[in-house]
Nanobody, 125 residues
Framework: QVQLVESGGGLVQAEGSLRLSCAGS????????MAWFRQAPGKGREVVAA????????FYSDSVKGRFTVSRDNSKNTMYLQMDGLKSDDARVYYC??????????????????WGQGTQVTVSS
C-alpha cells in the first residue's frame, strides 16, 4: 500500500519561505511522476508543480513559476517543494501525490492515485 506523508507546512510572513517534504513508501518511486497540488476551502484542487521520476524537466503552474522549486531525492523516496516569496494567495492546504502509471507525466490530478494527508500553509501579511 502506497503511503505519502507531508511535512513542513506552517505560518509564515509574506515574502517568507517554507520547505515542504513528502516521504513515500510502498511503490518504486523513481518510476513515477510526483506532484504537489493545493486546495483552498470550497475550491477545486490545482497543480502547483510536478517532477518526473528522474527529477528532470519539472513543471510549474504559472502562479508559482520563479518562486517555487520542486525536487526529489529518490534514495530517500522523498519529494520537496521549496517555496520562496510567499504571497497571501499561496495560503492553501498542500498535498503531494504520486502518479498511477510508470514513466508517464501529467499535471492532471486524475492521473494520480495516491495522496498525502495535506499540510496547511498560512501566509500572514
Amino acid at each position: 500500500q502506497v503511503q505519502l506523508v507531508e511535512s513542513g507546512g506552517g505560518l509564515v510572513q509574506a515574502e517568507g519561505s517554507l520547505r515542504l517534504s513528502c516521504a513515500g513508501s510502498g511503490r518504486t518511486f523513481p518510476m513515477y511522476t510526483m506532484a504537489w497540488f493545493r486546495q483552498a476551502p470550497g475550491k477545486g484542487r490545482e497543480v502547483v508543480a510536478a517532477v518526473r521520476g528522474g527529477g528532470d524537466k519539472p513543471f510549474y503552474s504559472d502562479s508559482v513559476k520563479g518562486r517555487f522549486t520542486v525536487s526529489r531525492d529518490n534514495s530517500k523516496n522523498t519529494m520537496y517543494l521549496q517555496m520562496d516569496g510567499l504571497k497571501s494567495d499561496d495560503a492553501r492546504v498542500y498535498y503531494c501525490a504520486v502518479g498511477r502509471t510508470p514513466y508517464y507525466f501529467s499535471s492532471d490530478d486524475r492521473e494520480y492515485d495516491a495522496w498525502g494527508q495535506g499540510t496547511q500553509v498560512t501566509v500572514s501579511s
